[in-house]
Every structure is written in C-alpha cells, then in structure tokens.
C-alpha cells in the first residue's frame, strides 16, 4: 500500500496546502457564509482531483540501488502470480540464467481483493501467493536454476519496486495470461512498468490453458 | 548450474514475520504516522462534539450571545505557529545538508514560538471571562482548545529533548531521525490548530 506521507517534507507540504485551504474558505465565508460554503466545495474537489491525478505512475527508478556479490553477475527479477509455473515463462528464466552468472529472484505479488486490502486481511493472498512461489521455485530447480524467491506487495508495480531496491535487478521478466484473459495486462502493468523502472523489461505470456 | 532453490519467509527465517517494506517508510517514521492518524480520531470526536453542541443549540449568532472569543488574538498565535513550522523545516533541511548551527537555530526558534503560543492561550483563558462549566459551549470551546493545548505541551517536550540532543551534537546528514520525527509531530499539531481556529473562532 502506497503512503501519500512519507517525511517531514511531506507533512510540512500538507501544512502549507491546509493554510491555504482553510484561508480562502475561511475569507470566503467571513464575507457571505453561501460563498464559504461554494468555496469549500470547489477547493475539495479541486483537492480529490490533485489527488487522483497523482497516483499515476512517478519517474522512472534506477534499478542499481543495491548491489552485492561477484562482479559480473546478472541480476533477474521474475515477477508472477499465476503463471507462475508456466512452460514459457521456465524457459525464458531458463534461457536468461544460462547467460554466464545469473542470481535469479522470483517475487509472487499477494494478490488481493480491494477490500480485503483495505481491511489489512492479507493473510490467505500471502498463503497463496507463498505456495505458488514454493511450486515455481521447485520446478526452476528441477530444470537447474539457481533462484530464491519472495512473496511480494499486491501491486505488482509496487512488488517491482520493492524488489529492486534490495536486488537491484539487470532485467525484468513478467509473466501474464494471454491478452483478453489477463487482469494485469488490462490495468497496464507491463507498460507501466517499461514507463517507471530503467531496466529491460521481457514480458513472457502464459497460456494455462494451453497444456500442449 | 548449481541448483538452490528456497522461498523467503517460508524455510529459514525464525521468528516474527519480516515486515513487508511495500510502505517504503522507515519503521519509526511509519510509526509517528499511525500515531497521528489515531489523534485525528479522537480530534474527530471532540470536533463532532462541537458541531453537535451547535447544531442542537442552532442560536441565532455563534458563539452564542454575550460569549466573545479573542479572534484577532487567537489570529496572532495562528501566525506564530504556522511561522514555527517553517523554523523546523528549516531546522531539518539544515542538519540534512550538515549545517549544524541551522538546525540548533531553527530548533531554539521552533520552541520559543510554541512557547510564545501555549503562554499566549494561557494568559487568554484567564483573561476571556467565561468558565469551562458555564454551559456546553463553553465546555466544547475549553476542551476543544485545551486538547490541543496539550498538544502542544507534548510538541514542546519533544522539542525541548530535540534541541538538547541537537547541542550535544546528536544529529548528522545520515542519522536525524529524531529530528523529522518530531517535526512530523510538530506540523500535526499546527494543522491542527489550523483547523480548530478556522471551526471555533472563525466560521
């Protein structure tokens, strides 16, 4: 979950922006309590609107915050709920970690209703998203590759995010159903995320559906 | 290819589950927000108190007749608030770039504007001519106001152990948790007072 407040800085802004809100309702209403009233209404929609339009997506993140172990090594972040275990997406992760020495990091988001997450009842998304994980990992062991992996935030965006600034990843893999079926692709996150992290980002889809 | 495979959280980790770090917020600064999120609660109450109390009352004039509250005073102790927030922006922006004297300075001013607000609000309440149990205005103004005057009783004893701790030389560029805690703290406490003065005194 995304904190609007995040510092001093922050709460220092939010008591200018109340100053200026509570003056002008505050004048408006000292010369005609009906144009205080107008005023309220306006600067409050006006500040639902700012709102709203700030939770788009900010700068792009740098990738290369925090960085350890051998000099050379790539750094793979697979990002996956669902699809998780799917054929394309093993061979894709396959395929990247065969490139000299790979650390792979697989981060299934808890994906959840909006209304459990508001209720902080995250526990069964966790579960869920911790089993898939421990299947994924299983069956990247069994095809050979080095991976440790995570449960990671709801959003997958956030996930991303998350994941970079402790594994500082080179490249980016994300996994979804096929157009029409994916709820991921239909909120954007694949080209939100080309939008937002400096990285390669490689988007394997996965047919479930499609065991052939 | 070595194989290793293991889920974090799930194998080897002991104890209490890590906390998740989607907040992106550090731990104790998290903590000063929740803080404030359940003040606001019960500034809530006291607010819905208020707005009761006039609206079941619903006189002709507010504050009811024959009680005058002290607007341009209270106008005046608003300004030196609002100018004490800025004192402690600047203190903090100070010790992030090092500047040590900035922080102490911003610090000492920051107190003494608190100071100045608390001992104003004091000498009013002697000075306005109504008690708290005159009736329930009265009561809802006295508690309403005082509520936030402990507020800022508690703003000053964290900027009093501040301002100690930024002479002992506490605080640096990399470690001033301390200070932006408080300051967090100390804007709460000015906005509230923003909205108390707009609702009791004003509208």
New interface residues.
């Given amino acids: 979950?995304?904190?609007p407040?995040?510092?001093?800085?922050d709460?220092?802004r939010?008591?200018l922006g109340?100053?200026v809100y509570?003056a002008l309702?505050?004048i408006a209403?000292?010369i005609n309590a009906w144009a205080?009233l107008v005023v309220f209404i306006v600067l409050s929609v006006a500040v639902v609107w700012w709102w709203w339009r700030s939770r788009e997506p900010p700068a792009p993140v740098q990738a290369s915050a925090v960085r350890g172990g051998p000099e050379g090594e790539r750094r793979i972040l697979v990002v996956a709920n669902e699809t998780v275990g799917g054929e394309p997406l093993l061979q894709q992760v396959k395929q990247l970690?065969?490139q000299g020495t790979t650390r792979v990091l697989v981060v299934s988001p808890a994906l959840n209703t909006r209304l459990r997450a508001l209720a902080s009842d995250e526990d069964p998304a966790r579960a869920q998203a911790?089993d898939r994980?421990?299947r994924s990992?299983?069956e990247?062991?069994?095809n050979?590759?080095?991976?440790?992996?995570?449960?990671?935030?709801g959003?997958p965006l956030?996930?991303i995010?998350?994941a970079l600034?402790?594994f500082g990843a080179d490249e980016i893999v994300i996994s979804t159903h096929p157009e029409g079926r994916s709820n991921w692709l239909e909120r954007g996150v694949v080209s939100s995320a080309r939008e937002r992290y400096a990285v390669p980002i490689h988007h394997v889809v996965v047919d479930l559906g499609d065991r052939s | 290819m070595t194989a290793h495979a293991h889920a974090e959280g799930s194998h080897e980790h002991h104890g209490p589950p890590v906390a998740n770090a989607s907040s992106r917020v550090d731990a104790r600064v998290l903590g000063m927000f929740m803080f404030i999120a359940s003040e606001i609660m019960l500034f809530g109450s006291f607010f819905t108190a208020y707005f009761f109390v006039r609206v079941v009352n619903n006189p002709p004039q507010w504050p009811p007749e024959g009680f005058h509250l002290p607007v341009y005073v209270a106008g005046l102790n608003t300004a030196i608030l609002v100018t004490s927030s800025f004192t402690m922006h600047w203190a903090l922006t100070s010790i992030k770039r090092g500047n040590r004297a900035g922080l102490q300075a911003g610090l000492v001013l920051t107190f003494l504007m608190g100071f100045t607000f608390l001992a104003t609000q004091v000498t009013e309440y002697a000075r306005i001519g109504f008690q708290p149990g005159d009736n329930a205005f009265t009561t809802i103004f006295f508690c309403l106001t005082g509520l936030h005057g402990a507020h800022v009783f508690v703003g000053l004893s964290i900027l009093l152990f501040m301002t100690i701790r930024a002479f002992r030389g506490h605080f640096s560029p990399e470690e001033h948790h301390g200070v932006e805690i408080g300051g967090i703290y100390w804007h709460f406490v000015d906005v509230m007072w923003i909205v108390v003065y707009t609702t009791v005194y004003i509208l």
């Fill in positions: 979950m995304t904190n407040l995040r510092s001093e800085g709460a220092f939010f008591l109340t100053v509570f309702i505050a209403g000292v205080g970690a065969s911790q994980l421990d990992l299983a990247l062991e069994r050979g590759v080095q991976a440790s992996g995570e449960v990671g935030d959003d956030q996930a995010e998350d600034r402790t």
